[in-house]
């Protein structure tokens, strides 16, 4: 592509290299490993390195330019180019490479602490029900047209040598996922937008049509230092954004329409109808009534808005159910779906995978339901914060029977002071807490263990087993028939991370096997064997 056509939209510093707008460039690269000849270097500032200093080895590998915020080091001037915002520039140079993909599609962008999976899949299942072809980009899946996109071997990341699913991917897949989305005749593009995405303007190319907040809890502070930070990083997404659905529950998100005024918000509420918000923000002009818990079937309540009121039925569990309901039909109604076809596609959505998940069981041959031998009830979720973690917790509570089990770890790398806080909401929650491994990466996991031993106050029984296969087998097996063994952390990960990269792990596929262990087991002491 020609240099001028590519950086359409990105300011340069003088001086620009003389014939520099007619240059031909094949790609760009931000890891100098991947610089091929004639290709352009993007600098980028990480938390760790900068990209500056690979910049001479870029130039090595052929680079026909090297993009900055300053000069770097060993780069000849007729091959250095100077902008303001490495990070945005990007954006924006991925997006002209690949044809502006996502311009004339709906898009939708969810972001927020929790919920943010589940509310983009249940958007995609009401738009599709209502005639749209939707692409999604999620933590746990990105397809055009239900065809999934490659996100390359490091889910999505651009430099990272640590593979995992990214929440929300580098420009280069991001904007090459619009591209496979727009080929696939997809109207519709829905993704989740990440607070660290945001702050480093991966997506800034891009303005949504309609933008979701779901909440925003104590998360990434290792990355944003402060709430106030996170809060400002999550509410930049809106920047020209026309429209918004917000949760006006949460303790936060109520300050952004005043912060952007010429944003039109619906806020939704399930705390009560008519309520004002906190601080004497604007009513909620979407209220849930009448909720009523069916324990592990799911949650029912009557919507209720000057645009629809209808009955919902849901099967995922639990009160932030309510709400996840709520904003993603309110943001479907937003979009152009009928009433009838929001609730009817909500009340067929089983829930994202990983998210509240129970783990089941094939029927007893030849056996009913009363004859059937008795398991515990065990449920998998992706919570991995001190909040989510109590929301998950309560939710499971409120519906079970006897001894609840609780099974958790902390990832290494990521922030350390929300580690004993979450032993903490464990021990007070649950009836016994089984503490291991969830992806150490590369930091030592007896120091991960210290960290979360350090917020156990030993009220309650608990036991370390670091091997993450062997606590799951040890919760399910010692668990009694009436009992419930949750499952936080992994949720839809079919993989752990250690020091030495990524290995398969499927947790469901592990209880499962437990339960049916369980099962047998049951079966020969009825049967009177040994």
């Known amino acids: 592509m020609k240099s001028g056509k590519l950086f359409e939209g990105i300011p340069l510093i003088p001086p620009v290299p003389e014939g520099f707008g007619k240059a031909d460039i094949g790609t760009v690269a931000s890891d100098s490993r991947r610089t091929v000849p004639g290709s352009l270097f993007v600098c980028l500032k990480g938390t760790r390195r900068d990209g500056h200093e690979w910049a001479a080895d870029a130039v090595k590998s052929g680079a026909a330019y090297v993009l900055g915020e300053h000069p770097a080091k060993g780069v000849p001037a007729e091959k250095m180019l100077l902008t303001p915002d490495t990070r945005r520039a990007e954006s924006v140079l991925w997006n002209n490479l690949t044809g502006h993909p996502a311009d004339g599609m709906l898009k939708i962008a969810v972001t927020g602490t929790a919920g943010k999976t589940t509310v983009t899949l249940l958007l995609s299942e009401i738009l599709r029900a209502a005639g749209r072809k939707t692409g999604v980009l999620t933590t746990i899946r990105c397809e055009a047209g239900g065809v999934p996109c490659d996100m390359g071997e490091n889910g999505g990341s651009s430099v990272s040598d640590i593979p995992g699913a990214m929440t929300t991917p580098d420009p280069e897949y991001f904007f090459g996922a619009a591209?496979?989305?727009?080929?696939?005749?997809?109207?519709?593009?829905?993704?989740?937008?990440?607070?660290?995405?945001?702050?480093?303007?991966?997506?800034?190319?891009?303005?949504?049509?309609?933008?979701?907040?779901?909440?925003?809890?104590?998360?990434?502070?290792?990355?944003?230092?402060?709430?106030?930070?996170?809060?400002?990083?999550?509410?930049?997404?809106?920047?020209?954004?026309?429209?918004?659905?917000?949760?006006?529950?949460?303790?936060?998100?109520?300050?952004?329409?005043?912060?952007?005024?010429?944003?039109?918000?619906?806020?939704?509420?399930?705390?009560?109808?008519?309520?004002r918000t906190r601080d004497g923000f604007p009513k909620s002009n979407v209220t849930a009534r009448r909720i009523r818990s069916l324990g592990p079937d799911g949650m029912e309540y009557l919507y209720f808005s000057g645009r629809a009121v209808f009955r919902v039925r849901t099967e995922m569990p639990g009160r932030y159910s309510v709400t996840n309901t709520m904003l993603a039909s309110a943001a479907a109604l937003l979009a152009g779906a009928d009433p009838a076809v929001v609730r009817d596609a909500v009340a067929g959505f089983r829930g994202a995978d990983g998210r509240m998940c129970r783990v089941k069981l094939p029927d007893s041959a030849g056996r009913s339901d009363r004859d059937r031998p008795r398991v515990p009830a065990v449920f998998i979720d992706y919570a991995h914060t001190p909040d989510a973690m109590e929301a998950a917790i309560s939710t499971v509570r409120d519906f079970s029977q006897g001894r609840l089990t609780v099974v958790f770890g902390c990832g290494g790398e990521r922030d350390r002071s929300k580690r004993p806080r979450m032993a903490e909401c464990a021990e007070r929650l649950a009836d016994e807490v089984v503490i291991t491994s969830d992806n150490p990466r590369g930091e030592d996991p007896d120091a991960i263990f210290r960290d979360i031993l350090s917020g156990v106050k030993g009220t309650k029984p608990f036991a370390v087993i670091p091997d993450r296969a062997r606590a799951v087998r040890y919760a399910v097996g010692s668990a009694p028939p009436d009992g419930t063994v949750l499952l936080l952390g992994k949720g839809h990960e079919k993989y752990e991370i250690t020091a030495e990269g990524r290995r398969p792990f499927d947790e469901e596929a592990i209880a499962a096997d437990a339960l049916l262990a369980y099962r047998n087991r049951t079966a020969d002491r009825e049967n009177g064997e040994t």
């Not at 918004?244 to 109808?273: H, Q, Y």
């Open 179 to 275: 591209r496979a989305m727009r080929e696939a005749g997809c109207d519709t593009l829905l993704y989740e937008a990440s607070s660290q995405s945001l702050a480093l303007r991966k997506t800034a190319a891009v303005v949504p049509d309609i933008a979701v907040f779901t909440n925003l809890l104590p998360e990434h502070l290792d990355f944003h230092r402060t709430m106030e930070d996170y809060f400002h990083a999550k509410a930049s997404l809106l920047d020209g954004v026309k429209r918004a659905v917000i949760n006006g529950d949460d303790r936060w998100l109520p300050k952004l329409p005043g912060m952007f005024p010429d944003t039109e918000f619906t806020v939704c509420s399930a705390a009560g109808a008519g309520e």
